[in-house]
């Protein structure tokens, strides 16, 4: 561990990826950073999860290379993921749920983003298939990036009408016939040479062929992937649970917990669904008790930083002596009746700072609540395996 940490000292700050290998050599996880160092001093707080302690403890050491941009680091990160397989990439996941970018081999295509459980359905011969990432997320939002330099279209060519894609600059005009299928292609295959890492190739071919792309990309700028990437961690959030019900035709009602990581993406591995016990199904204060006090008792699972409730002051005032009890204080709600108001615990000792942090990732928070939400009203279509 000491060992490790000394690694730390000579790791860049800049965006890249990383590789943990244990003692042989063998790659444990391959892993992307806004700046490495910070990501990887993550590794070593107190309040990691089991799967992260268990791989730390069998690294020997740590390996990086640096990146112009977060874009190339997840490409770069995907290479590395399908070259080795890393136990820990995979582990608590099966590769049914990487992501996958997919562009058809066919007139006027565009990508697509797929789940590995679908993967199957497209086959190599008729299309490109790129990945597997990591984060469905920040792909789409490399994607968005990506569409700003080569314009693609996913309306209906020659419509006759121009799509909003268009108006904006994402679309180069296949509704209206502005552009042939030789230059639509082009536009493909820029992105598909991007994303299979060869951007020097790329901005070789864009000089002589179209000088403004090729400036576009060697100023590419990550910003709508930076504001997401480390956001949480840098205010010092690395987990956040989120917390909803639901009931179903008033015969059973199910708690969900859903979690955030330091990147302000959720963690479905950590996910749990409660089924609720009490006698009082429809009534959501009295469940939502139940299922933090349960929760609460699992004191081998990470403490969150942040306890994200749905609801406001009503809600937040009904459980105040549930968190008193296990003295939890870092509790925010977010009510929908007060336009997605923040609550925060009356009595509690925080200061301006730490709300000012809590407001700052509301955008974060509110997916966290929607999320919440979708995977507590998915209890009855699947067969969860870590319900409670």
Not at 224 to 234: A, F, Q, T, V
């Amino acid at each position: 561990m000491n060992n490790l940490k000394l690694q730390l000292k000579n790791i860049p700050n800049s965006p890249g990826i990383y590789f943990w290998l244990d003692s042989r050599g063998v790659v444990l996880y391959v892993g992307r950073a806004t700046s490495l160092k910070s990501r990887l001093s993550q590794y070593f707080l107190s309040n990691t999860d089991l799967r992260i302690k268990e791989m730390v403890a069998r690294a020997k050491k740590i390996k990086t290379i640096e990146t112009p941009t977060l874009l190339e680091a997840i490409i770069l990160e995907a290479k590395y993921i399908k070259k080795y397989w890393p136990k820990y990439n995979i582990k608590d996941r099966d590769d049914r749920s990487f992501i996958y970018i997919i562009i058809p081999k066919k007139d006027f295509s565009s990508p697509l983003t797929i789940r590995g459980k679908d993967l199957a359905k497209y086959f190599p011969d008729e299309n490109e298939i790129f990945g597997p990432y990591q984060s469905l997320t920040l792909i789409k939002n490399a994607l968005r990036i990506i569409r700003r330099i080569f314009p693609y279209s996913t309306c209906k060519v020659n419509s006759g009408k121009a799509c909003f894609d268009y108006q904006v600059g994402l679309c180069p005009g296949s509704c209206l016939g502005l552009i042939d299928k030789k230059e639509y292609k082009k536009n493909i295959k820029n992105i598909s040479l991007l994303l299979s890492g060869k951007k020097e190739f790329l901005l070789k071919k864009l000089s002589r062929e179209n000088p403004d792309q090729a400036r576009a990309l060697k100023h590419l700028q990550d910003v709508s992937l930076l504001e997401r990437e480390g956001m949480i961690s840098k205010i010092g959030f690395n987990r956040i649970e989120a917390y909803d019900i639901s009931h179903f035709s008033g015969r059973e009602a199910y708690g969900s917990m859903v979690v955030f990581s330091s990147f302000g993406e959720p963690e479905k591995k950590e996910y749990r669904l409660f089924k609720i016990k009490n006698e009082f199904l429809s009534d959501d204060l009295r469940s939502l008790e139940e299922v933090l006090q349960r929760r609460l008792e699992h004191r081998e699972w990470p403490l969150a930083d942040l306890f994200l409730i749905d609801g406001g002051r009503p809600q937040l005032g009904f459980l105040q002596k549930t968190f008193k009890k296990y003295k939890i204080e870092n509790v925010v709600g977010l009510s929908k009746l007060a336009g997605d108001e923040l609550v925060f615990l009356r009595g509690s000792k925080f200061d301006n700072n730490f709300k000012n942090k809590v407001l700052s990732i509301k955008n974060i928070l509110l997916q966290a609540r929607d999320e919440a939400h979708r995977f507590a009203n998915s209890a009855r279509k699947r067969n969860f395996k870590n319900k409670f």
